[in-house]
């Protein structure tokens, strides 16, 4: 996938992600299913999860690969990194205590998307003038997966928000 291609799915699947919890009612919006999250605190997950990235990106291109190091490896390919998702989630990989949500309010979404849209075009604006090959060069520490590339961390982040609105779907379907 190019550069182009990352950002029209992270940008795609984010606003369906989006789009989706915007057609949820207040009942089905702060329900949890059995000891799961909510879809308030599957879309704080998300925004915890992103945030790093915004930030991160906003360093020196030299400061990541000081601090980070260099792939000594390629890029796996988008399927690649699910199947290394799926993987560590299937193992019990869980979401490390910063990316654990509170609970989250139907009033509190509005604000939740403008933040997350906000650090999507933060990560979009950072990364405009990254070329492709930075994408496979650099690297970044990810809690569950490792050090993986910056193209592997974007593969994620679309993912990611794939995966949490299928979770959602789950859930909703078996609210009595």
Excluded: C
């Excluded at 190019?2 to 940008?11: D, P, S, W, Y």
């Excluded at 020196?60 to 260099?70: E, S």
């Excluded at 998702?85 to 998307?113: C, H, M, Q, T, W």
């Amino acid at each position: 996938m190019t550069k182009t291609e990352i950002f029209e799915r992270l940008e795609t699947n984010h606003n369906q992600f989006i789009s989706y919890l915007d057609s949820l009612n207040e009942s089905d919006f702060e329900y949890a299913f059995s000891d799961k999250w909510s879809a308030g605190q599957q879309l704080k997950h998300i925004v915890l999860s992103v945030k790093p990235l915004a930030q991160g990106f906003l360093l020196p291109r030299f400061l990541l690969k000081i601090i980070f190091g260099k792939a000594n490896r390629p890029s796996k390919t988008y399927e690649g990194l699910v199947l290394k998702y799926d993987e560590k989630i299937n193992l019990g990989g869980r979401a490390s205590a910063a990316f654990l949500p509170k609970a989250v309010s139907f009033s509190e979404k509005d604000k939740l998307y403008r933040t997350l849209r906000n650090y999507l075009k933060s990560i979009k604006n950072s990364l405009d003038n990254y070329t492709e090959d930075d994408f496979d060069l650099m690297i970044l520490p990810h809690p569950l997966l490792g050090k993986i590339t910056v193209r592997e961390m974007l593969y994620f982040t679309a993912h990611h928000v794939f995966h949490h609105q299928e979770l959602i779907k789950l859930y909703l379907s078996k609210k009595a």
